[in-house]
């Protein structure tokens, strides 16, 4: 069974912070992971993707990849209250589908 | 690039009647595409999977003869609720992977389409 698991949450960090999400999964055969922003009653939107162990940096936005420890995990910096949202952790092996986590909702206090 | 579209946005209908919704990927072509459910405070579902010209792959305990998926071109999903319950209602959305940019397997969401069933 290929879980993806994340922390529900709330998160709960003030405007200007660091907001560190993380990303477990349990298939060594995951190839490409993607952090995906969902605001209440909105659908997903992608923020970044990583293919390879180290950092990505976008904007506020670092994406962090382990794959021997098998974890993911999103920085957000300078954390504004329009940040807060759920953030959806998605894994894919390839030539199969996306297996996403359940989110962590993160609440960026003003 | 890289934008899906929706239609329609939210509809309310009936109990017993069908709804139909649309997913367009509209400057890339989607050689696959995906419909989620989701309802309140609850994480997506993935319902189908569906390949262009073949029949859509359904995740265990969707009813595929309740929820009928069409993905009659590269741009264009659709589907069909029939004889929708008000169980039914929920937020519906569909994704789209293809060759738009790199790298060509992300999933691109929709806006979704808010079902209301009464």
């Known amino acids: 069974q290929k879980e993806v698991e994340q922390n529900s949450g709330p998160l709960s960090v003030p405007e200007g912070a660091i907001a560190s999400l993380n990303c477990t999964y349990s298939d060594r055969g995951s190839q490409s992971f993607f952090w995906y922003r969902q605001y209440s009653g909105k659908s997903p939107e992608l923020i970044m993707s990583?293919?390879?162990?180290g950092d990505k940096e976008d904007g506020r936005f670092t994406a962090q990849l382990n794959k021997a420890s098998q974890y993911v995990s999103l920085l957000i910096r300078d954390s504004q209250p329009s940040d807060s949202a759920t953030y959806l952790c998605a894994v894919r092996i390839y030539g199969q589908n996306f297996v996403f986590g359940p989110g962590t909702r993160l609440s960026v206090l003003p | 690039g890289a934008v899906v579209s929706q239609h329609p946005s939210w509809v309310i209908c009936k109990s017993g009647t069908s709804v139909k919704i649309e997913c367009r990927s509209l400057d890339f072509q989607a050689t696959t595409m995906f419909w989620y459910r989701q309802f309140p405070k609850q994480s997506l579902m993935l319902m189908a999977t569906s390949n262009e010209g073949s029949k859509a792959t359904y995740e265990q305990g969707v009813e595929k003869d309740k929820f009928l998926i069409n993905h009659a071109s590269l741009t264009l999903s659709t589907l069909t609720v029939t004889s929708a319950h008000p169980e039914d209602s929920s937020f519906y959305i569909c994704s789209a992977r293809g060759q738009a940019g790199v790298p060509p397997d992300t999933q691109y969401f929709g806006p979704g389409t808010r079902l209301t069933v009464l």
């Open positions: 990583i293919y390879s162990n």
